[in-house]
């Protein structure tokens, strides 16, 4: 009997070690105001930029959003700890036009080729009412 006991715990602890990580990061939304998601994939996150892939995110998604002609590029990355997206959060070089928020433990960067930046604060704002 005992034995059996062990051999049930063994495999319901087995079984659990292999169960997928959990999502950190939602699926971006379809639409944003009047821009709409053209595409989006999920990126290796050992691969994500220098200041991110310090902090060692779990979770790396990427999505392009389209209206007209004009374009926005949104990556989130989703941490096991609150802090260490607050912590990307403080860090990010925004150099670049960059614009970014932080919401418990995922951190949202937008950047656009053809967009100022007054336009991608305005682009975040709507994001950042309906997601994560």
Request: hydrophobic residues 40%; positive net charge; contains cysteine.
């Amino acid at each position: 009997m005992r034995r059996r006991l062990f051999l049930a715990a063994a495999a319901v602890s087995a079984a659990c070690s292999r169960l997928p990580k959990r999502v950190l990061v939602p699926v971006p939304p379809e639409a944003v105001g009047e821009w709409r998601r053209s595409a989006m994939e999920t990126h290796d996150p050992a691969g994500a930029p220098p200041d991110a892939a310090r902090l060692k995110p779990e979770q790396w998604v990427r999505a392009a959003y389209v209206n007209g002609q004009r374009s926005i590029g949104v990556s989130a990355f989703g941490f096991s700890s609150d802090a260490s997206a607050f912590e990307l959060q403080q860090r990010w070089n925004r150099g670049g036009g960059d614009v970014t928020y932080q919401r418990k433990s995922i951190f949202v960067v937008c950047n656009s080729p053809t967009e100022p930046t007054a336009a991608l604060i305005e682009f975040i704002r709507m994001l950042e009412k309906s997601w994560p």
